[in-house]
Each structure stands twice: as structure tokens, then as C-alpha cells.
């Protein structure tokens, strides 16, 4: 039977209040307890049993036994037998008998296995000494082997387990506790008991009946204050979370009341600018309507002026015509005699070139005239020797097999030769392709480090216009393992544009501040963040946070891409940039890209933008248009337009997708240059192969030839000769065929001569034309000199044509201009007036009102109110951070945490009265088991004293009152320290020993009726174990002792024995008589043995 089912129960709200009687009762207890009474012995009866006593066991096909009856004494019963005689058997009838769980045995689990083998049901019947007065309580258990069950008598009536309980815990019996109760199986449990559990068997075995109780309590007490602080603690966090963030959201908050009065503000300088841009065009269209007038005049004027200078010009131009005419003819003639001069000269100089190569032809004739008659001689003679040499041909050699062996080594040499050819073609090919793909790699490079560098000049844009966002994006690169998600860099640096020519509307649609700002992906993120670098350092950062933020996908645009297509669109804003999802979310609630359709071509209609009444802004080619709707009556369309932005920011894009398809492809270009260098380097070692063997074949050939060479020497050089006669005997016949030198100088004079001709007619001829060349520029110079005053009257009138002119000119510009700006102030008065008259009807009456009351005659200029509403409107566009339900979570955490300041305030009054709680039950537990630890300590020390060893039992302590427990310390050798009992560091009959030891100093103080230890006394040496029989006999034996039971298999000699202690032999075999008498087979011995009965008499007496 478990401990808990034992044990009863105590309700939760006994624990909170004990009363003054048991205050009483507690003192009086101790009191008791320090006097040395021992409850045993006022209550014990006459027949020596204190109640709860066994007084009877009996068993019927139990185990070992068909059938036993013995009757155990009131004090020390000492049950001896062999192994195997059923000494353990005793253990499991008196466990199971007082209706414990086969489990406290140590032994077999089920009930079926303590019956008998060969039996279907055996029985086990205990009887109790009942108390004053009252008669003993007779328990039966019936086992059963096949059903694994048991029936119960109680009195010889049945009975459930449960009344078998209760009639059994009356009497404090602890049958499931090793401090009163230690089977065979479990002796060595006990050393291997907790220390918590061996407090908790300690209190209930020996102490004061509350013990326990209080244990209990304050172990409860402990765990409701524990719990109750980590309450405090949890509240105490969550109560400065939501202080912070609501610390935090104060500032979103008052920068939202901040933004509605700023949007009020911006109405009435909307209303003001619109009146003040009408005040200044209507002054602009008056003075143009002055000046138009002044300028047509202006032009008038310089009209009549201009008029006689121009017909002064005209008649000076016609007579310049004519004399342009006349010196055209002569200088056509002057020309032409030039040209006749210069063709003269270039004859005459012809001439004189003739006749200088005649005289050196005639030097060259002279000097060859000498040398011929030498060369004829040398040649004659040079023949007649070479015909002497040659005059006998040599004879011819056989060389087939050399012509043979040259044939296949050419034949190898070619083929190699063509494998060669190919292998280099091969190789230029690959060199070529290696080279395509280095230069590929190049430019992939280049690619990925231009993607690379978009980064760094955004950079630098930040580092020059807002150092902080700057600083603060170096110190997120260095600090993102803080966060729990990514914070993202701000917009202009993670946005990329796909589409170049979308750069400039996305940056003309995205407001500096946008593109400054940090997006965090949740608000502890944020919260940390705007910490460390806002409130901690200072810096002005724009950040927002996009937890709990609708999704992409619900930002839908008002039409579909179709639709936009067939307006003349090309797509949205948010289709022209890439981003990661958190950041669009951003872009799409702040800047609103998904609503901004743009067309790059300019083929959208702003008419038909207007009918459909779907955009307030859109874009056309390089022109921002903005619409606004009147609030009343038709609900006019009012649209404005200005150009986009020129880019300065996103003028260097990329695209992500780009960049990681540039990644991939430089990884492709890598592994084909690997391949071709591998391929490179095959064709390298075949070449080398190919090569080597045609340097072989080179060799072997020029041997071959050589070798061929050498046969056909003779023939070939005699051969050589011939040839060489020939050609000297042709060379004799030309020298000697050639001319006379004196018919050559007949024909040079002759030549001469004719040349000496020409040049006198040629000299006659230049003289006649040069001075017909004379007089023709003679007459082009009087016609310049008049051509030159003409052109001089006529500069002078045309200079003042053009100054005419330049003044008409400006004239007419300055009216042009003036008309222009008349038309532009006409239209913006008109426009300006419009556009006022439509604003006022679209704002409320008070702001009307206000107006006119306070701004009808304002002054101020457009230009401070423009500038007035931009610092707005730029202060109304900065991100504030927070969601659309601000206001109402700020209010939720505010209510919040009120509540959590009154929970707290309250679990701190509940903590304070559990602490009172909880000290009260201490003051009363802890002096009793402090005073119990004492006694045990004070008998379990002088045990060990008594053995020459040293003990000490302590108490061990713990800030929870359930790891409270009892340390058990020994000490078996001079020369060691006293050391905490466990299941591993002593030897078993040490821990036997200890144990023993320890159940002996409970002994005087327990609560149970009966003790039990089943062969506690394996590995004693025999000193231990006699020391040990002779404590337990006192202890046991002392008139106020209560019933204990020492099983063993063995019995030392010469041990000391008590008169009220109970000798139990088992006698277990076939053949037993149906009654023993122990005395009498003590006699026979005595009568057998001579001088036996002196020492037998101990024995007898203590058997009887």
C-alpha cells in the first residue's frame, strides 16, 4: 500500500488556520517528548501489546507455507531459520496481510504471485491488539492466482479494501515507510533514500503527529509564494513593457494631434496661396496690358525709319551687280593669259630636262666602250673551259630504295603534319573561345561590381545630405544579430528600379523623407531601435514598423493592368520597383505607388483620366498631374501639373534579379573556362606528342635526302655546268650582237639639236602672252578700286539697315513678349481665380469663414506661403511610425496597466499574508523537527560511539521547504572524515550497519505500533553484528519499548539475550508434528549433553 493512499489527505483551507489548542497541544507534546515518556507505554495492555500490535499471523498456500500459525511476542521477536524456510515469507504475509501493495516488498508486482505454487488461492489473517478496552481486529486476505485479486474479512465479515484501511491507519502503522518497515529487498533503498524522503519518513514515523502536516503546509505555502512572486515578477515586467511602449507611443501620439492641426494648418495656407497666387496674377495682367500697348508703338516707329534706308540699298545693289559682272569678264581673261604663260614655262623646263639626260647618255657611252671589248675576252675564255670540264657526262646511280624510304617518311611527316595543322586550328579555336569567355567574365564582373557599387553611391548621397541616416545604417550593418527580424536599410538605398526610365517619376513620387526612412518588421525591433539610436543617441532618424500591417496583396489599384493598358497606361508605379515585401507595404500605405498609373510614351488621355475619376495623381511622359474634386454641388475636377523631378537620386539603378542572374552566369563562365583550360591542355600534350615525332621524321628525312643527295652529286653538279655554259655562251652572243658607240653619239646630237629648236619658239611665245597678261590686270585693278568706294557706300547704308532692323527687331520681340506674357497673365488670372473659387467650395464653412475674417486682405506673397505649405506638407508626410490604430492600443496599454497596478497591489497583499502564513507554521514545524533531528542525532551518535566509529544525522536546509531533508554522516576509520551516506560510497555492511543503526535510534521515538527489519545483518564482520544484537536487545526490550521484529538466517554464539524478548525458530519440511514444544526438544538436549544446561539455560528461558 503507497504512502499517499496511507496517509490521509488534508484540505487546502485547514493549512490556513491552527488554533490556540493546538498551539497547546504542540507545547505540551514537546514537553512530553523532552521528559522522555513514551506513548507505548500508557497505553499498553495488560497482556504486555500496545495497540496496533501483532498478536496472530496465520497463512494457508502462502508461498512457502501450506499452513503456519505463530504468535509474536509484544517486544523484540527474533525470527531465525535457513534460507529457503520462509523468514522473507513472514515479511510479505504481515505486509500484504495489513493490506499493502506487493510493491513495498521489493519484490513481485502482483498478488497472484504470493500464492502458492499449485494452488488457485491462499489466505494471510493478522490479528491486532485492539485498544483499551476494545476487542482485536482480526484481517483476512484472500488471494486469488488466476483473477490476480483478493477478497477481505475484517472481524470474519467481508470487507473492502478501503474499511481495511481505515481500521489499519488508526493505529499509525507504517508499513509502506523503510524507517519502520525494511523488507530484505529494500534494505539497500534505504541508503539510496533522498534525503527529502528521509525526512519525510523520519517526521512520520517518529515525530509529532503534525509534523507532516506543517511539512506539508509550508511545502504548499512555499510553492503558492513562489508562484505568487513569479506572478509579482511577470506583472512587474509586462507592467514596465507597457509603460515603456506607451513612453514610447506618447510621442507617436502627440505627433498625431501634432499632424490634425497640422492639416488644418494646411487647408487655410492652401486657401491662402490659392487667393495670393489670384491677387499676383491679376497685378501681372494689368502691367502686361500696359506694356502691350507701349510695345505697339515702339514698332511703329521703328517701321518708318527703316523704309527710305532700304531703297537707298536696293539702287546700290543693282549698280553693284553690274560691276561685278565687268570684272568677272576680265579677270576670266587675265586668267586665261596666265594659264598660256605657265604651260610656255613648263615646255621650256621639259626641254632643258631632255638635254641634261642627252649629255649623260653620251658620258655612259664613252665609259662602256672600254669595258666591252674586256667582257667579250673573259667570256670567250670562261667557255672554253667549261666545255673542256663538262665535255664527258658521269655514270648514273641506282637510288630506288632511298627514294623508297623517303617517300614513307614524307608520307608520315605530311600526315602528322595535317594532325598538327588541325590541333593548332583546334587550339586557336579554343584560344579563341577562352578569350570569349574571359572577355564574357569580364563583363559579368563589371556587372555585378556596377550592382555592387549602386549601394555604395547611394551611400554616399546619405553620407552627404543626412549624416545621421548615414551613421546610423554603419552601425545597423554592425549590430543586425540584435534584432530579431531584419530591419531594413532605408528605401533610396534597397529600392531598386527596373525600368531606367521610370527612375525619375519613382523618385519625384517617393518625398526625401520616404526615402530616408528605416522600415522594421516588428515593434519590438522598433522599439529597440528608435532606443539606441533616437533616445539613446540622438540622431533624427525616420523609422516605422509594419507589424500587424495589412498584407501586399490588399493594396489593390482602383482598375485592373488591362484596363489601365487600353487608357493609354503603360502600368502602376509599384510595377517599376523592386523591394522586399515589408518595404512595398510601407511604400503602397505612405507613398501610395500602387495607385499612381504611368504612361512613359505620353499616349494617355488626362480627359479621359478625368471622366474616369479612378487617379488623383498620374503621370504623362515627364508631367505629374494631381487632381482634386470639388465637395460640393457637380463635384468639379480641379487638376494641376508640374514636371517630374530631375533625377538626381535613383540615376543609378539595379535589379536585383538582374544581379542574381549575373551571379549564376558568371558561376557558368567559370566552369567553361575550366573546361576549355582543361581541353587546352589535352590538345597541349598532343601537340607536344605530334611534334616530336615530326622532328624524328625531320631528321630521318634530311638523312634520306642527304644520303640522296650524295648518290646524284656528280650527275646533278655535271648537269649544273651544262647550264651554266649555255648561259654564258648566250651572254657572248649579246655582247658581241650590241651596236657601234658611234652611231649612239649620232643620234644624241641629232636629238639635241631639236631640243635647241624648241626652246626658241618657246621663249617667243612667252613673251607675246606675258604682256597681253600685263594689260588684262591693269584693267582689273581700276575696276576694284571702283568696286571697293561702291562696296564702301553700300557697307555704310546697309550697317544702317541693320540698325534699323536690330531696333524693329526689338520692337517686335519686346511686343511679342509682352503679348505673351499679356495671354499667360490673362490665362493664369482666370486659372488662379478658378481654382480659388473651386477650393473655397470645397472646404468647410468655418474654414471659409476664418479666411475671410482673418485673410482677406493678406499681403503675404506666394512664394513664403508656398514655401509655408511645403515645410507642412513635408511635415505631414514623414512616416509616424504607428499604425492606423494607435490612439485606441495606446488607450488599451493605458487601461492595462492600471489593471496590472491594482493585480499587483493586491498579489502584494497576498504575498505579505502567505509570508505571515508561512512564518506562523515555521515557528511551530521547525522547533519540533529541529528538537526530533536532535534526539535522533543524540542516539544514532552514541550507537556509533558505542562501535568505536562516529555518526551524525543533520539536518539539511533549503530555501524550499520541499528540498528540505536529513543528512546521514559516518565515519567507519580513524583516519576518515565523516562522510553522507549514500547508495555508492560505502560498503554494503556499512550501509547495513548505518541503517540498522538509524532504525534503532527511531525505535525509542516511533509512532508505529511495530517495527520490522528482515536480515538487516548481512556483511557484518562479527563484531559489528554482536554490537548491534546487544543495542537492539536493550533498545527493544525496555519495558517501554514497543513491538519490533529482527529477522535473520544465522545467530552468532554467546549472544546476549532479554527475558522479554520472543526466540522464533522456523521448523519448515515434509514431516512436522501438528504441535512443537520447543521446551521439551531443549530438555532432551539438556539430558543428552552433560553440562549443556548451564549454557543452554539462557537460551531455554528466552525460548519459552
Known amino acids: 500500500m503507497s504512502e499517499a493512499r496511507r496517509r490521509p489527505k488534508r484540505r487546502r483551507e485547514d493549512h490556513d488556520t491552527m488554533g490556540e489548542a493546538d498551539t497547546i497541544q504542540l507545547a505540551q507534546d514537546i514537553a512530553l517528548n523532552v521528559a522522555g515518556a513514551m506513548p507505548h507505554e500508557q497505553?499498553?495492555?495488560?497482556?504486555?501489546?500496545?495497540?496496533?500490535?501483532?498478536?496472530?499471523?496465520?497463512?494457508?498456500r502462502f508461498v512457502t507455507y501450506d499452513a503456519v500459525e505463530f504468535f509474536p511476542g509484544p517486544y523484540l521477536n527474533m525470527i531465525i531459520g535457513p534460507n529457503g524456510t520462509g523468514k522473507s515469507t513472514v515479511v510479505s504475509a504481515i505486509a500484504l496481510g495489513l493490506g499493502w501493495k506487493p510493491s513495498v516488498l521489493g519484490r513481485a508486482k502482483d498478488v497472484a504471485s504470493y500464492v502458492k505454487l499449485g494452488h488457485g488461492e491462499g489466505w494471510v489473517e493478522i490479528e491486532l491488539q485492539g485498544f483499551s478496552g476494545k476487542d482485536n481486529i482480526v484481517i483476512r486476505r484472500v488471494l486469488f492466482r488466476e483473477s490476480n485479486s483478493s477478497d477481505w474479512l475484517l472481524n470474519g465479515a467481508n470487507a473492502s479494501a478501503r474499511e481495511v484501511n481505515e481500521a489499519v491507519s488508526q493505529f499509525h502503522i507504517e508499513v509502506g515507510n523503510l524507517c519502520t518497515f525494511l523488507p530484505q529487498d529494500r534494505v539497500a533503498d534505504f541508503a539510496y533514500m533522498s534525503p527529502q524522503r528521509l525526512l519525510r519518513e523520519t517526521q512520520y514515523a517518529a515525530g509529532h503527529p503534525k509534523l507532516s502536516e506543517w511539512h506539508d503546509m509550508l511545502i504548499s505555502f512555499g510553492g503558492d509564494l513562489g508562484k505568487i512572486k513569479q506572478r509579482i515578477t511577470n506583472d512587474t515586467e509586462e507592467y514596465t513593457h507597457l509603460e515603456n511602449r506607451n513612453r514610447v507611443l506618447e510621442r507617436d501620439v502627440r505627433r498625431y494631434e501634432e499632424r490634425v492641426e497640422l492639416e488644418n494648418r494646411m487647408r487655410m495656407l492652401e486657401a491662402r496661396v490659392h487667393f495670393a497666387k489670384y491677387r499676383e496674377a491679376k497685378q501681372r495682367y494689368d502691367i502686361a496690358h500696359t506694356e502691350r500697348a507701349q510695345a505697339k508703338t515702339q514698332v511703329r516707329e521703328c517701321e518708318r525709319a527703316l523704309l527710305p534706308v532700304q531703297e537707298e540699298r536696293d539702287r546700290l545693289e543693282q549698280r553693284a551687280q553690274k560691276m561685278d559682272l565687268q570684272l568677272s569678264v576680265q579677270r576670266k581673261e587675265a586668267d586665261d593669259t596666265y594659264g598660256t604663260c605657265r604651260r610656255i614655262e613648263q615646255e621650256r623646263e621639259q626641254v632643258d630636262l631632255e638635254m641634261s639626260s642627252l649629255n649623260e647618255q653620251e658620258r655612259q657611252l664613252e665609259a662602256a666602250e672600254t669595258n666591252r671589248g674586256q667582257?667579250?675576252?673573259?667570256?670567250?675564255?670562261?667557255?672554253?673551259?667549261?666545255?673542256?670540264?663538262?665535255?664527258?657526262?658521269?655514270?648514273?646511280?641506282?637510288?630506288?630504295?632511298?627514294?623508297?624510304?623517303?617517300?614513307?617518311?614524307?608520307?608520315?611527316?605530311?600526315?602528322?603534319?595535317?594532325?598538327?595543322?588541325?590541333l593548332d586550328s583546334q587550339q586557336s579555336d579554343l584560344a579563341a573561345a577562352q578569350q570569349q569567355q574571359r572577355t564574357r567574365k569580364q563583363a559579368v564582373e563589371r556587372k555585378l561590381t556596377e550592382s555592387n557599387n549602386i549601394r555604395h553611391q547611394r551611400l554616399q548621397i546619405l553620407a552627404h545630405n543626412d549624416k545621421d541616416t548615414y551613421e546610423a545604417i554603419r552601425w545597423l550593418d554592425s549590430h543586425r544579430d540584435m534584432f530579431q527580424h531584419r530591419v531594413y536599410d532605408p528605401v533610396l538605398v534597397l529600392l531598386s528600379v527596373k525600368r531606367p526610365d521610370a527612375a525619375r517619376a519613382v523618385e519625384t513620387c517617393l518625398n526625401w523623407n520616404i526615402q530616408r526612412t528605416f522600415v522594421c518588421q516588428s515593434r519590438a525591433d522598433y522599439d529597440l531601435f528608435t532606443r539606441e539610436l533616437i533616445d539613446t543617441r540622438g540622431w533624427r532618424l525616420n523609422v516605422v514598423e509594419q507589424e500587424g500591417s495589412a498584407p501586399l496583396t490588399s493594396f489593390k489599384p482602383p482598375i485592373s493592368l488591362d484596363a489601365l493598358q487600353e487608357a493609354g497606361f503603360d502600368n502602376y508605379i509599384l510595377d517599376n520597383v523592386d523591394a522586399p515585401e515589408d518595404v512595398l507595404r510601407f511604400l503602397c500605405t505612405n507613398a501610395h505607388i500602387h495607385l499612381i498609373p504611368i504612361s512613359f510614351r505620353g499616349t494617355a488621355n488626362a480627359e479621359e483620366v478625368e471622366r474616369l475619376r479612378k487617379f488623383q495623381r498620374y503621370i504623362i511622359g515627364t508631367t505629374l498631374f494631381t487632381t482634386f474634386y470639388s465637395k460640393y454641388g457637380k463635384r468639379l475636377p480641379v487638376t494641376q501639373s508640374r514636371e517630374l523631378r530631375p533625377l538626381r537620386n535613383f540615376a543609378h539603378s539595379s535589379q536585383s534579379q538582374e544581379k542574381g542572374e549575373a551571379e549564376h552566369q558568371l558561376v557558368a563562365v567559370n566552369e567553361e573556362i575550366a573546361r576549355l583550360d582543361e581541353r587546352v591542355q589535352q590538345n597541349r600534350r598532343m601537340f607536344d606528342m605530334k611534334r616530336t615525332r615530326l622532328q624524328d621524321l625531320s631528321t630521318k628525312r634530311e638523312q634520306l635526302v642527304e644520303e640522296q643527295?650524295?648518290?646524284?652529286?656528280?650527275?646533278?653538279?655535271?648537269?649544273?655546268?651544262?647550264?651554266l655554259l649555255a648561259a654564258e655562251r648566250q651572254k657572248l652572243v649579246r655582247e658581241e650582237s650590241r651596236p657601234s658607240a658611234a652611231s649612239q653619239r649620232q643620234q644624241i646630237n641629232d636629238e639635241r639639236k631639236k631640243n635647241a629648236l624648241q626652246l626658241g619658239k618657246a621663249a617667243e611665245r612667252y613673251l607675246r602672252t606675258l604682256h597681253t597678261l600685263m594689260h588684262a590686270r591693269k584693267q582689273c585693278d581700276i575696276l576694284v578700286l571702283s568696286k571697293l568706294r561702291h562696296t564702301t557706300e553700300l557697307n555704310r547704308i546697309m550697317e544702317q539697315i541693320r540698325t534699323h532692323q536690330t531696333e524693329l527687331k526689338e520692337a517686335m520681340d519686346a511686343l511679342e513678349r509682352v503679348v505673351s506674357v499679356f495671354g499667360q497673365a490673362k490665362e493664369e488670372t482666370l486659372a488662379a481665380k478658378h481654382f480659388y473659387e473651386l477650393h473655397m467650395e470645397s472646404v468647410d464653412a468655418e474654414t471659409q469663414q476664418t479666411f475671410f475674417d482673418q485673410y482677406r486682405d493678406d499681403a503675404e506673397g506666394v512664394d513664403q506661403l508656398e514655401l509655408q505649405l511645403q515645410g507642412a506638407k513635408a511635415s505631414f508626410d514623414i512616416p509616424w511610425g504607428i499604425g492606423p490604430s494607435v490612439l485606441e492600443a495606446f488607450r488599451a496599454r493605458k487601461a492595462k496597466i492600471a489593471e496590472l497596478k491594482a493585480t499587483m497591489d493586491a498579489t502584494k497583499v497576498e504575498q505579505t499574508q502567505l509570508e505571515s502564513k508561512v512564518q506562523r507554521v515555521e515557528s511551530q514545524w521547525l522547533p519540533s523537527l529541529e528538537h526530533l533531528v536532535a534526539n535522533v542525532n543524540e542516539r544514532f551518535s552514541a550507537a556509533f560511539a558505542r562501535l568505536g566509529c562516529a555518526g551524525e544525522v543533520r539536518l539539511a536546509r533549503d530555501e524550499s521547504f520541499e528540498k528540505w531533508g536529513i543528512d546521514i554522516l559516518v565515519k567507519f576509520r580513524e583516519t576518515e572524515q565523516l562522510q553522507l551516506l549514500t547508495g555508492h560510497r560505502q560498503s554494503g555492511g556499512e550501509r547495513s550497519l548505518s541503517t540498522i543503526l538509524y532504525l534503532l535510534s527511531l525505535t525509542e521515538l516511533a509512532r508505529s505500533p511495530f517495527s520490522l527489519v528482515d536480515e538487516i545483518n548481512q556483511?557484518?564482520?562479527?563484531?559489528?553484528?554482536?554490537?548491534?544484537?546487544?543495542?537492539?536487545v536493550a533498545i527493544t526490550c525496555r519495558p517501554e519499548a514497543g513491538q519490533y521484529f529482527l529477522i535473520t538466517p544465522k545467530l552468532l554464539t554467546g549472544l546476549r539475550y532479554h527475558e522479554l524478548m520472543k526466540v522464533l525458530l522456523i521448523n519448515n519440511g515434509i514431516w512436522l508434528p501438528e504441535r512443537l514444544n520447543l521446551s521439551e526438544i531443549v530438555s532432551q538436549k539438556r539430558a543428552r549433553v552433560p553440562g549443556a544446561s548451564d549454557r543452554s539455560s539462557a537460551t531455554a528461558s528466552a525460548a519459552s
Open 1019 to 1032: 556483511g557484518m564482520d562479527p563484531r559489528a553484528e554482536r554490537a548491534v544484537h546487544d543495542q537492539m
Open 709 to 723: 643527295r650524295a648518290a646524284h652529286r656528280l650527275v646533278s653538279e655535271w648537269r649544273k655546268a651544262r647550264s
Open 43 to 60: 497505553r499498553r495492555a495488560t497482556t504486555g501489546y500496545v495497540p496496533g500490535s501483532i498478536v496472530r499471523v496465520a497463512c494457508e
Open 375 to 422: 667582257q667579250i675576252q673573259a667570256l670567250r675564255a670562261r667557255i672554253a673551259a667549261m666545255e673542256e670540264e663538262t665535255a664527258e657526262e658521269p655514270a648514273q646511280i641506282d637510288t630506288s630504295a632511298l627514294d623508297a624510304d623517303l617517300r614513307a617518311v614524307k608520307g608520315e611527316h605530311r600526315t602528322i603534319t595535317e594532325d598538327c595543322r588541325d
